[in-house]
């Protein structure tokens, strides 16, 4: 898989997926038309499916692959990518954590949303796993530069 392409796909599942469940599972959602809520469920699948395309990438077989079967350069490249990937996935967890503190301080003078269904819980655990099982290997397809054209 070319760089460029596992690029597109990484930005499609880091967009589509949260788009996709707000349109699905938002405050409004199905409440005057089901069509948001139909082109939110698309929106997921295709996110899925792009998840599905990069978990057979060379990308992600590097991020999960023992030492002892990488070279000294992939290796490097690989502690590199975990690295960032852990940096922001732990921030995010972090942000999340602020966000829902928060919201506990400020309920009775900001409306702010807040998980209150399970459909809920399981669109933002999916997404964390997601994220957390992908990352790895988008640091990788973007810091791996495409082969020079003749």
Known sequence: ????????????????????????????????????????????????LAF???????????????????DERELAQRNRAAYRAFAVFAGLVALGLLYMSLRADFADRILLWAPTEQAHWNALFWGAIMLGLSLPA???????EPPLED
Do not use: H
């Open 52 to 70: 599905a395309v990069l978990a057979g990438s060379s990308f992600q077989r590097q991020a999960q692959e023992p030492d002892s079967k990488l």
């Open 138 to 144: 988008a640091f990788l397809a973007w810091e791996n």
């Open 1 to 48: 898989m070319s760089p460029l392409l596992a690029r597109s796909l990484f930005v499609a599942l880091y967009v589509l997926y949260p788009a996709g469940c707000i349109l699905q599972l938002g405050p409004d959602a199905g409440d005057t038309s089901p069509i948001a809520s139909i082109v939110g469920l698309l929106m997921v699948a295709a996110s899925f």
